[in-house]
C-alpha cells in the first residue's frame, strides 16, 4: 500500500478529531463540503496538527483539486460585464444584478457555511460585496470563521472588528483559540487598520497553579485585516504551561510608528491597576480571566490540594533545618563565651 492510498491521516473536525482516512478520503470530503483546505490534520511522525495546505503531501493535491465552490465563486465575481464601457445601466438594471449576485453568494455561503469555516478565498469577495452594499454588513462576518473559539466570544470578535473607529470609535476584542488546550493561543480582533502591535500579557495566580508556583509571560502579535493571533503559549523549554487560573492583559506595543501611535490613542483604556509583572506606563485596552491547560474538575482539585501540601511539608522542613542550624550556632557562641 502507497503513501496515497494508506489509511493515516486524522482530521480535527469541531471539537473532536475522526480518522485514519487515505488521501482520496480526504479529497472526497473537501468536495461534499465537510472540511476545507483550513482544516487541522494529522499523522503518525508529525509534531503537532497543521493546516492541510501547509503539509507537503497535499500541496499538489489541492493545487490541481481546488474547492468546486471556489471555482463556481471566482466564475461568478470575475465576469466581465459585457456592457461595461457603456453608460451605466438605469437603476433597476442595477438592482437586479447585485440581487442575483447577492442570491447566489448568500445561498452559497449558507450551504458552505454550516458545513465548514470560510476558506481564505471565500471572505474577501464576501467583504467586498458587504462594502458595496453596507446593508449587508449584519448578515456577512467582518471576520473569518473560527472554529476553536467559543460562540460568545466569536460575537464579541465580530463586533469590534466592525465599523470605522472615526465615526464609532475604536474597539478590541480578546478570545480564546481552543485548538490545543495544552498550548492555548490567543485571538484579539478590533477595528482599527492593520499594522498594530499588541502585547498579550499572560500571567497566572500563584494560588492556583498545579506544580509551579508562578508563571508568566509576554508575547506580541500584529493585526492583519481586523484579527491577530498570538504564538501559543508554552514553557521556556516547550512544555506546557501549570495548570490553573491565567489573568490576560492587552496593552499596545511600544514599537509603533507615530501615526499608530495617533489611532490607538483612540482606544478607551481600562481604569484598572497595572500588575508589577507589567510596565507601569503601560495601557491597558483589554482584560479577562481564562483558566487555561484543562477543566477546573475534581483531579485538577486533587493535584492543587496534592501540590500545596508538598510546599507547606517542604517548607516545614526547611523551617525545622533552619532552627537547628541556628540552636547549632547560639550553641557554639555559648561554648566560646564560657571558655573565655
Excluded: C
Aim: hydrophobic letters at 35%; aromatic letters at 10%.
Amino acid at each position: 500500500m502507497d503513501s496515497f492510498t494508506e489509511k493515516k491521516w486524522f482530521v480535527y473536525i469541531g471539537d473532536h478529531h475522526e480518522g485514519p482516512f487515505s488521501i482520496p478520503e480526504i479529497q472526497e470530503k473537501i468536495s461534499q463540503g465537510q472540511i476545507s483546505t483550513e482544516t487541522y490534520i494529522w499523522t503518525e511522525g508529525m509534531a503537532d496538527w497543521k493546516v492541510m495546505n501547509e503539509v507537503q503531501e497535499f500541496e499538489n493535491i489541492l493545487q490541481n483539486n481546488p474547492n468546486p465552490l471556489e471555482q463556481l465563486i471566482t466564475q461568478a465575481l470575475s465576469q466581465e460585464d459585457p456592457n461595461e464601457q457603456e453608460p451605466q445601466k438605469p437603476f433597476p438594471f442595477q438592482a437586479m444584478k447585485w440581487t442575483l449576485a447577492l442570491f447566489l453568494l448568500g445561498g452559497m455561503a449558507t450551504i458552505y457555511w454550516k458545513k465548514s469555516s470560510i476558506s481564505d478565498f471565500f471572505h474577501p469577495h464576501l467583504l467586498q460585496l458587504s462594502e458595496k452594499m453596507p446593508t449587508l454588513e449584519r448578515w456577512i462576518s467582518p471576520l473569518p470563521a473560527l472554529e476553536d473559539v467559543a460562540k460568545e466570544e466569536f460575537e464579541e470578535l465580530k463586533a469590534a472588528a466592525r465599523g470605522n473607529p472615526s465615526s464609532i470609535g475604536a474597539h478590541i476584542a480578546l478570545a480564546l483559540s481552543k485548538s490545543d488546550p495544552l498550548l492555548p493561543s490567543f485571538y484579539i480582533a478590533s477595528n482599527l487598520p492593520e499594522g498594530i502591535l499588541f502585547t498579550v500579557h499572560i500571567i497566572g495566580n500563584p494560588d492556583t497553579l498545579v506544580h509551579q508556583t508562578a508563571f508568566e509571560t509576554h508575547v506580541e502579535t500584529t493585526l492583519n485585516k481586523n484579527l491577530a493571533q498570538t504564538v501559543r503559549i508554552q514553557l521556556p523549554n516547550g512544555n506546557p504551561i501549570p495548570q490553573g487560573e491565567y489573568r490576560v492583559y492587552v496593552s499596545p506595543s511600544e514599537n509603533q510608528s507615530p501615526k499608530i501611535r495617533n489611532l490607538i490613542g483612540n482606544f478607551q483604556h481600562l481604569s484598572i491597576p497595572t500588575p508589577p509583572e507589567i510596565p507601569k506606563n503601560s495601557e491597558i485596552l483589554i482584560y479577562k480571566t481564562y483558566f487555561l491547560r484543562g477543566p477546573r474538575d475534581a483531579f485538577y482539585t486533587s493535584q492543587l490540594k496534592a501540590y500545596h501540601e508538598g510546599l507547606q511539608k517542604k517548607a516545614l522542613e526547611e523551617l525545622i533545618e533552619i532552627k537547628q542550624f541556628t540552636l547549632t550556632l547560639e550553641n557554639q557562641l555559648n561554648s566560646t563565651n564560657n571558655k573565655r
